[in-house]
């Protein structure tokens, strides 16, 4: 049996759905944020005060974050300025694919009904020789994962 070794981390990208599709959009250097969880409500058990029932309600999804140096002239940028700026949210899919060492995906998450909710740069400081770099945060209403 041949050992098995996880797959890195590094080595994935990043594509909004319904976008002009361009090499420089995909490439992103950290995704955070793609987690689920279950959201419980807590509810004291009658006559005995020693316990507390926890029952399930739904899944919880955070926000997501993407960082990468900043890109002039981006279609991911355009759609968030549209969003945050004009108001007119377009909701897209986005999916985030985990590459293997011959640039195939091993997994893909698949999130429906994103749409940016904040974008940032990061410090301009002179005395610094690093790279500027932008951070979206993107709100979704679930993910789905493949496995490819």
């Known amino acids: 049996m041949a050992n098995y070794y996880p797959p890195v981390a590094f080595h994935f990208k990043v594509e909004v759905l319904g976008l002009p599709s361009n090499d420089n959009d995909v490439r992103f250097t950290e ?57 007119d949210i377009e909701p897209k899919s986005v999916d985030i694919k985990l590459l293997n060492e011959q640039h195939q995906p091993l997994l893909t998450w698949h999130l429906v009904g994103a749409y940016p909710t904040k974008w940032s740069l ?23 994962m493949d496995k490819s």
């Open 31 to 87: 995704v955070t944020g793609l987690s689920m969880e279950m959201a419980t409500e807590e509810v004291p058990e009658g006559g005995e005060n020693r316990f507390v029932q926890k029952f399930p309600i739904r899944a919880r999804y955070p926000e997501l974050v993407l960082k990468r140096g900043l890109l002039v002239n981006s279609e991911i940028t355009e759609w968030v300025r549209r969003c945050i700026e004009d108001l």
């Open 122 to 144: 990061g410090d301009l400081n002179a005395s610094n020789s690093a790279v500027s770099i932008e951070s979206l945060q993107l709100y979704y209403q679930r993910f789905t």
